[in-house]
């Protein structure tokens, strides 16, 4: 809006392009802040309940997966794992 107003005041937009910009870019602000204001009214805790039951889902997941841990270095297995992914130890 700043950028149109001084396009105009230096002579660069004619009055009727001017009032008709002005027009829809001022629609496009109060669309932006009425969206604003209603994300803004919303629950935080809405968006976090589904983040957290997809990181509990991933854990599960991740979980099932596991094949204990390698008897030479400690590090975590999974059931995929022919070597252990740290020290390289040959599994079974």
Excluded at 81 to 90: A, E, N, R, S, T
């Amino acid at each position: 809006l700043q950028d149109l107003e001084v396009a105009f005041a230096s002579g660069r937009v004619e009055e009727a392009d001017y009032q008709r910009q002005r027009g829809q870019i001022s629609s496009e602000i109060v669309a932006c802040q009425s969206e604003l204001t209603t994300l803004a009214a919303e629950s935080p805790a809405e968006g976090q309940g589904e983040i957290e039951s997809m990181i509990s889902t991933r854990r599960q997941q991740r979980a099932e997966r596991s094949a204990g841990f390698c008897v030479k270095c400690g590090a975590p297995l999974q059931m995929s794992d022919q070597y252990c992914p740290k020290c390289g130890l040959k599994l079974k």
